[in-house]
């Protein structure tokens, strides 16, 4: 397997623009979870899904990001707004239901926000 | 409660002595303790993990050490390498909180030669 494959790597936009980071995790995991990581900050969790399904978005910084897993394969994280705090690294994670401690990270997209 | 604590933020070692980070958590339903590896540039991975029934996992070089009374836990990396640099994460899960992980704040470890 490939791993969990995040696009795009590197994202640079204006403030107000829309951004839609992209995830595909590994094959035949049952969770998906997408963090945010800054140096003040540290690694938050944003959202994770079980089976496609949101279980917890508590994490998600307001309504300007959204988020969804159409299938098992795919997840997309948005972001529109975006404002220049919301620069940081966005990693995608997945893992299996019986070693949901063990994630397996995404390489992360870097976006930074002008 | 749902916190974990982690400490030192950073931490230099001379090659070939002992790195200990220390962390601690309030939650007695976290049932899985794991830590992950960070290298610049790159997303975590998980380098070793515990159950709180067990008292010391060793791996190589690495070794946890867990007190389940002190609700504290720590790893060791015993002849720590160059190699060994990078930022380190505790974390807990849990199954009754729907197996989120909860990451503390990482120790950036450097190992000088």
Known sequence: DA????????????????????CKPISGH??????????????????????????????MPED????????????????????????????????LLRLSYEQYFGPGTRLTVT | QQQVKQSPQSLIVQ???ISIINC??????FDYFPWYQQFPGKGPALLIAIRPDVSEKKEGRFTIS?????????????DSQPGDSATYFCAASSKTSYDKVIFGPGTSLSVIP
């Open chain 2, 66 to 78: 867990f007190n389940k009374s002190a609700k504290q836990f720590s790893l060791h990396i015993m």
């Open chain 1, 3 to 22: 791993g969990v494959i995040q696009s795009p790597r590197h994202e640079v936009t204006e403030m107000g623009q829309e951004v839609t980071l992209r």
């Open chain 2, 15 to 17: 090659k070939g002595g």
């Open chain 1, 30 to 59: 049952d969770y998906l979870f997408w963090y945010r990581q800054t140096m003040m900050r540290g690694l938050e969790l944003l959202i994770y899904f079980n089976n496609n399904v949101p279980i917890d978005d508590s994490g």
């Open chain 1, 64 to 95: 300007r990001f959204s988020a969804k897993m159409p299938n098992a394969s795919f997840s997309t994280l948005k972001i529109q707004p975006s404002e220049p705090r919301d620069s940081a690294v966005y990693f995608c994670a997945s893992s």
């Open chain 2, 24 to 29: 601690a958590y309030e939650n007695t339903a």
